[in-house]
């Protein structure tokens, strides 16, 4: 037997026994890399992260699974500087080598805190916290959403101050969690119900103190979205007054507790008693005094003129009542006048038309014993009686004769 023969073994044997190799180093399983990131590809749909990791010398591919990639807070750019955590090993397939990154944390800044100021750039340049935006408290709410845990200290204090500050107000809650997985996607529903159901004049937004972790999930991009487009003004209180989230900026007002959300969200009821008291005061002083003036100025016009003789009124009434009958009067007879003399020229045009006026001239009617006017002698016979009518009376006669 040789046993100087050359061994051959295929492609896919050689990777494996590399990946054996690579996997057997401890120094390579959990091995932290820093490095610039280059072609960073994304795929939505899988979830899961590729990319290069390089420096000055050299470069490295690179993956990130879905399970892990979910974890990242900040949104990955090409040119980021990144510290990764993970193993290396092969990629048989392709013939390469390449780390699997669990974990990946920005260089130089948190992860929270670059992912906080991405986000609040993105929202700012679409003018999610633009104030022309921003919606007015109303004065004095009927109710007041709350949006909080049923369980944390918040809530109390808020219901006590409402109370206390403003009883007419009725407190309307809605109970979710406001930290760890999920806790955003509550509080968008909650948001989503009271503007469906219209059952609140403004809401309350917010949770007590804690620490970044605690209040990531008001840093939450759909939620910023779903408090800008409320049509319900919402008042955001989240941790103490030195925490900001981006809730904070995308609320119509920021409130540094939630104790002090309460007393932003409604007014103080003995300060607006004061107020309506020093308003029925000012009234009553300016009505008595309007109403001074005007019975001076009533008694003033009471003793002169019409008031202190109201004869002196009825005299001018009968003059002008004078005056309009006179008026009166005169057109009735200028009217009469000139129908006298329409009805006279029109009396003497009857009167030259009239028949009689013709009898007059020696002219004379005839007509048949029938009545019927005779105008030729063609209606005629002898011995018919007729009846002439002259200007003075009538004559019976017998034709005798026609000619």
Excluded at 37 to 58: Q, R, V
Excluded at 109 to 130: H, P
Excluded at 238 to 250: L, N, R, S
Excluded at 283 to 307: A, P
Aim: glycine share 6%; aromatic share 8%.
């Amino acid at each position: 037997m040789n046993y100087n023969a050359p061994l051959i073994i295929s492609v896919g044997q050689l990777n494996r026994y590399v990946k054996s190799v690579l996997d057997a180093d401890e120094n390579l399983y959990n091995l932290y890399l820093v490095g610039e990131i280059s072609n960073f590809t994304d795929h939505y749909k899988s979830g899961h992260f590729y990319f290069s990791l390089k420096d000055e010398d050299a470069q490295i591919k690179a993956v990130m699974f879905r399970n892990n990639a979910s974890r990242v807070r900040f949104h990955i750019e090409n040119g980021m500087r990144v510290i990764v955590r993970g193993r290396v090993s092969m990629y048989e397939a392709a013939g390469q080598y390449q780390i699997f990154v669990d974990d990946m944390q920005p260089d130089g800044v948190g992860a929270l805190n670059l992912a906080f100021k991405q986000l609040k750039e993105k929202l700012q340049k679409e003018g999610i916290f633009d104030p022309a935006h921003k919606k007015a408290i109303p004065k004095m709410p009927r109710r007041v959403g709350v949006i909080t845990s049923a369980t944390g200290a918040a809530v109390q204090d808020i219901l006590n101050i409402l109370g206390r500050r403003f009883p007419l107000a009725e407190a309307v809650l809605a109970p979710v969690l406001v930290q760890g997985e999920g806790a955003h996607e509550q509080m968008i529903q909650a948001l989503k119900d009271f503007n469906r159901t219209k059952c609140a004049d403004v809401l309350i937004i917010g949770r007590g103190g804690g620490s970044t972790e605690d209040l990531w999930e008001f840093n939450n991009e759909q939620l910023a979205r779903a408090i800008y487009t409320s049509e319900i003004p919402v008042i955001s209180a989240v941790g103490h007054e030195t925490d900001f989230t981006i809730c904070d900026f995308a609320a119509d007002l920021r409130a540094p507790t939630p104790s002090a959300a309460a007393e932003l969200a409604v007014p103080d009821a003995s300060k607006v008693q004061s107020y309506l008291k020093t308003l029925q005061t000012r009234l009553y002083r300016e009505v008595s005094g309007k109403l001074s003036e005007e019975r001076y100025r009533l008694s003033r016009m009471t003793e002169k003129g019409v008031f202190a003789t109201p004869a002196l009124y009825f005299d001018n009434l009968r003059m002008r009542l004078m005056s309009t009958t006179n008026r009166f009067y005169s057109i009735q007879q200028r009217t009469l006048q000139e129908e006298r003399l329409r009805l006279r020229e029109n009396a003497s045009k009857l009167q030259s038309l009239s028949p009689l006026s013709v009898l007059a001239r020696g002219y004379s009617v005839t007509s048949d014993a029938t009545g019927k006017i005779v105008k030729s002698k063609t209606q005629l016979s002898v011995g018919d009686d007729v009846e002439i009518r002259l200007a003075d009376g009538k004559a019976r006669c017998s034709v005798k004769e026609i000619v």
